[in-house]
């Protein structure tokens, strides 16, 4: 007997979406549990967003909010989580009734991937890069996890400062390199602080195409761990030469399906199948304890 859910179907929100993964592992995983329902990619420009959603609710079809969407749904949703409250971004969305409900599991994600590269807690200082949706969910997973006080570099200090009051977490602001110095190397205070990091976290697309870094590997202290939210086919020039120094270091594959199977949890009621959705990837399950080792895979390029 095919599963019944309680949902019409699935689908992902972007602009552009043609690159997402999403339904690589979320058909995967609903075939793994008998559902007849199908997850599917859906182009949306943002000036046609509320009118997507308006079509979307007779039909109860739930799913997924990717870039440039995740804050402007978060505006508009009727009811929000705590975590979508807290970051400002809706990346997961469901119905009450009529009512549009946004939800964000990047936090769940993210706390996934920072388990893995800091299995005994993050003990010293963290920098996060970016100041945007993907950071503010970073920060949640940081303050659950009890860091206390972070630094966060980016271009706009403003953002960065209401980010950081919104999250209620103590921090730093820095301006990002390229603002501070000229050939976008860090200033004095900011290579101090990354000297002596615990945990370096990338919230920006630097790295996405090309070979750019985000900061200089030479600027991090010896024990300081990596973790990339890009993710391409091999992974980031940064995250593949971070590795090959012997790091701790990690891209953003497993933020990505660990977002997908919180997401999957919550529509479904069922645990998701971590294996199937890994293996539709063809990608090792990685250790729950260990950064995820980068090797050539068919894994295309970084989205929702």
């Known amino acids: 007997m095919p599963l019944d859910l309680p949902w019409k179907g699935f ?3 972007g602009h552009p979406v043609a690159h997402s993964l999403s339904p690589v592992f979320q058909n995967a995983a609903l ?14 420009p943002p000036a046609a967003l509320r ?7 007779p039909h109860r079809i739930v799913g997924n909010v990717t870039l440039p969407h995740k804050e402007a749904v978060a505006q508009f949703a009727a009811q929000l989580t705590a975590p979508a409250a807290r970051t ?11 009512e549009l409900v946004g939800h964000n599991t990047d936090v769940a994600g993210a706390s ?3 388990a893995a590269l800091c299995p005994g807690g993050v003990t ?45 977490i103590q921090g730093t602001v820095h301006a990002h390199p390229e603002h501070s110095a000229p050939g976008g190397e860090p200033d004095a205070r900011l ?3 990354l000297a002596d990091s615990a945990l370096v976290v990338n919230c920006t697309p630097i790295g996405l195409s090309g070979n ?8 991090l202290g010896p024990e300081t761990a990596l973790f990339d939210l890009v993710y391409t086919a091999q992974g980031t020039d940064w995250i593949r030469a971070a590795q090959s120094a012997g790091r701790r270091a990690e891209d953003g594959l497993r933020m990505l399906v660990e977002q997908g199977a919180a997401a999957f949890e919550v529509w479904t009621g069922l645990p998701a199948p971590r294996e199937v959705m890994w293996r539709a990837l063809k990608v090792p399950v990685p250790a729950a304890d260990q950064p995820r080792p980068l090797r050539t895979t068919s894994v295309a390029p970084a989205g929702g």
């Open 112 to 114: 996934a991937s920072i």
């Open 124 to 168: 010293g200082s963290v920098v996060v890069l970016g100041a945007g949706g993907s950071a503010a969910a970073v920060l949640h997973a940081l303050a659950q996890g009890g860091v206390e006080h972070v630094h966060v570099v980016a271009r706009n200090s403003a953002r960065a400062e209401a980010l950081l009051e919104r999250l209620v």
């Open 11 to 13: 689908v992902i929100l």
């Open 191 to 193: 290579r101090s602080v």
């Open 88 to 98: 400002g971004a809706v990346n997961t969305f469901w119905w009450d009734g009529d």
């Open 51 to 57: 009118e997507v959603f308006e079509r979307l609710r």
């Open 212 to 219: 750019d870094h985000p900061l200089p590997l030479a600027t």
């Open 31 to 44: 075939e793994a549990i008998g559902a007849t329902t199908r997850y599917e990619r859906l182009d949306v």
